[in-house]
Structures are given as C-alpha cells and as structure tokens.
Nanobody, 115 residues
Framework: QVQLVVSGGGLVQPGGSLRLSCAAS????????VGWYRQAPGKQREWVAN???????SYADSVKGRFTISRDSAKNTVYLQMDTLKPEDTAVYYC?????????WGQGAQVTVSS
C-alpha cells in the first residue's frame, strides 16, 4: 500500500503562486509515476502533470510554462509549483501515484484563484 498526503493550496490572487506537496509513504519502491490532477466544480477530473521515476516530466497544455512538477527523492515528496495562476486554475487538486498493478490517490487540496 501507498499513502499520499497532500498539503498546500489555499486562496491566491490572479497572477500569484502556490506550491502543493504530495508526501508518499508505504510501498513506494514500486511507484513508477506520480501525477497531479484537478477537478473544478461541475467538471470532470483532468490530468495536470506527471513525473516518472526516470525524471521525465509532462504537462497538460493548459498549465505548460506556468506549473512545474518536481520531486525530492530523499523526502519521498513530489511538488507542484504553480505560478501565474489564473481563475480557471481554481479546482481541487489531487496527487496520484501508480505502480504496475495499482493506483493510489491522496486527499484533495483546494486551490482558489480569485481577486
């Protein structure tokens, strides 16, 4: 089993920045990729960014150039640095980790971008 604990989030003005953290524990050696997803009110959950154990990263077009995913292997933590935030980035953000046989989800973190 893998446990994921998400922290960060909050209220920020348009153009501002926030950082989310996803701390993993448990059987993390089998994790192959960690990703961030988000779900806005009334919308389906959408993928935001991934980082593979190889270090390869990928981003949704809507956040490319504004969001940065990174990992600290020593802390078993993956971060999502969100810059130049827009009102349309408002959503509950989730962290997910995948192993060859399972997917794990952390609790959501509310991010609200509003003036």
């Amino acid at each position: 089993q893998v446990q994921l604990v998400v922290s960060g989030g909050g209220l920020v003005q348009p153009g501002g920045s926030l950082r989310l953290s996803c701390a993993a524990s448990g059987s993390i050696s089998r994790i192959t990729v960690v990703g961030w997803y988000r779900q806005a009110p009334g919308k389906q959950r959408e993928w935001v960014a991934n980082v593979w154990t190889s270090g390869t990263k990928s981003y949704a077009d809507s956040v490319k150039g504004r969001f940065t995913i990174s990992r600290d292997s020593a802390k078993n933590t993956v971060y999502l640095q969100m810059d130049t935030l827009k009102p349309e980035d408002t959503a509950v953000y989730y962290c997910s980790a995948q192993s060859p046989l399972n997917s794990y989800w952390g609790q959501g973190a509310q991010v609200t971008v509003s003036s």
